[in-house]
């Protein structure tokens, strides 16, 4: 559920899960591409003990 909230919420993980689509990969195929991104960056993050630093696709207006 969380890979598919942000796609329609999150302009990066809806931009990986249009690059999927246009590789070629099914629906459900990109989500679950996304799902693993989305895990790798949090064990990296618990790994690391590095703070989330979320950086927005959009320039700040």
């Not at 890979?3 to 999927?20: H, M």
């Not at 989500?31 to 064990?43: C, G, K, P």
């Not at 630093?53 to 207006?61: L, Q």
Request: hydrophobic letters at 35%; a positive charge.
């Amino acid at each position: 559920m969380s890979a598919l909230t942000s796609v329609r919420c999150d302009p990066n993980s809806r931009t990986f899960y249009d690059r999927k689509r246009a590789e070629g990969k099914r629906h459900t195929q990109a989500v679950i591409a996304l799902e693993r991104r989305r895990v790798n960056v949090l064990w990296d993050l618990i790994r690391d003990r590095c703070p989330c630093e979320v950086v927005p696709s959009w320039p700040a207006g």
